[in-house]
């Protein structure tokens, strides 16, 4: 049961990064829009996914994993991965979307500082908490 569950829940986690790789895409406030209405269904069906695989994750394997000081670390590390990216990337995507302009050339630019800089910092997390879950110091 733990396998699949894994395998579901690591779908889900890299399906969410494939923002990383559409915000270069985005030209004009109309494509940001397009993009925000086929995204948010998907971004909402991806979090519950997250969340109930997680927590069956954790129900599987055991509960005295919480207990343990990396297990917490790489929970924080993961929250702050996604939280970076709710705010950082698709909270400036809504507000390019409900921006006047119609190209809005410096916001795009910003916005894909933030997707890099986002992005780098979650490969970053991502492999400190991978080092965490394989050493389990």
């Excluded at 733990?2 to 559409?22: G, M, R, W």
């Excluded at 970076?84 to 119609?102: E, V």
């Excluded at 916005?111 to 979650?122: E, G, Q, Y």
């Amino acid at each position: 049961m733990l396998v699949p569950l894994i395998v579901v829940h690591v779908t889900a986690v890299l399906s969410k990064f494939s923002l990383f790789f559409a915000i270069p895409r985005l030209k004009s406030v109309e494509a940001v829009k397009s993009f925000l209405a086929k995204y948010r269904p998907f971004e909402r069906t991806a979090d519950w996914i997250l969340w109930i695989t997680g927590a069956f994750l954790i129900y599987f394997s055991s509960w005295q994993l919480l207990r343990q000081t990396w297990m917490i670390v790489s929970l924080a590390l993961y929250l702050l991965v996604f939280i970076s990216i709710r705010f950082a990337l698709t909270g400036y995507l809504r507000k390019i979307a409900d921006s006047k302009k119609l190209y809005a050339h410096d916001e795009l630019k910003r916005l894909r500082t933030n997707n890099w800089c986002v992005s780098i910092i979650a490969v970053v997390l991502l492999g400190i908490i991978a080092y965490l879950m394989m050493v389990k110091p």
